[in-house]
Every structure is written in C-alpha cells, then in structure tokens.
C-alpha cells in the first residue's frame, strides 16, 4: 500500500488532550488542522469496536472536510469489570466530558465488585485504535495497547482522562504524574501510530 508522502492531516477529534497528543506524535513537516478549523461536530459513534469507532471519525471528519484524517478510539479495559469501560469510556465522563466523574464511577464499580480492591493489582489496559482515512476512501487502522493496573486513588494532574489511576507495568506512578515527554513515547497512543507512521 505505498502511496505518497502526507503533507497536510486533519487530526479527527475534538478531545483536546488527544489532539496534543497526536500532534506531538506526528512528523513536524505536516501541516496540521483541527476540527475546529473546520468548525465539525463529533459523528455518532455507533461502532462495537474500537476499530470501528476510530473508522467511523476518520471517515466522518475527512468526508466533511476533504481532508486526509487521523483519528483515534481509544479507551480503559479494567479486567475485573469485564473490561468495562472500554468502547463506553468517554461516555462515562457524560456530556461534560467529566473525568472525576468517570473516575468516581470506576472506583464504585470496583467497590462493588471487591470490596479489598485496594489491596491487590487490578488489572487494566489502554487500548487505542488509529485509522488515517483519505478522502478517497482508502483507509487503514492499526491497535496499539499498553498493560497496567489500577491506582487505588487517583493521582497526578498530568495527562487527561484515566490517566490519573492508570499505572502502566514496570512503573509505580500513575501516568497522570508522568511528564507527557515520556508518556508519549510508551503510551497505547504511541504503540498504534508506531505501525501506522509509515504511511506519513
């Protein structure tokens, strides 16, 4: 599938802690807009997947703006709760996009599960799915994933999100107390757009 260098991306979200995360993740020679430019609403996302939801952005904001789109779907998979909140993570925040919320809920769910959750390794994982999708139709996705555990409180007032009670493995802190320098290097994020550059 080679085709031709992307000089100019439209990152597909209107989350803004994503779009400086994919910013900072993309070549420095592309010119970048945001939804905002465009002055786009989020679709639907109406997918069983991940994948399907990053390909139902992608293709929206591309579609609307005659724009080659990078979008991504991204979310927390906590093993206990059967991998809730995964596709329904934002959704959890509400319509406010309140995160202490969605934390709040986690916390409550893991109460009610395990009432000693606090004191074992609970078992998460970011996933993210990343689709850059032409005004063509040419499309293509690529999931990236990072293991971890659940913070028994909620830490740290980088990053955005879960990202205050997500420990990634091999670590003791939260990644909402890790710089985003190298946060973005190990991220679910980074891990997807690893195998996705290549066509930037």
Known sequence: MKSK?????LIGTNNKGKL????A????????FSTSDFNLKSPKENGNTFKENSLIKARFFSKKSNQICISDDSGLEIKLLNNQPGIYSARWAGKKNNFNLAIKKVFKK????M???RNRKIKAKFVCALTIYWPSGKHKTT???IDGRISNAKIGKKGFGYDPIFIPIGSKKTFGQTSPKKKYKIDHRYNAFKKIKKFL
């Open 143 to 145: 999931i990236g994933k």
């Open 115 to 117: 009432p000693s959750w």
């Open 20 to 23: 400086r995360e994919i910013r």
């Open 5 to 9: 260098k992307i000089s100019q991306l």
């Open 25 to 32: 993740l993309l070549p420095k020679n592309i010119k970048i």
């Open 110 to 113: 893991l109460d009610k599960k």
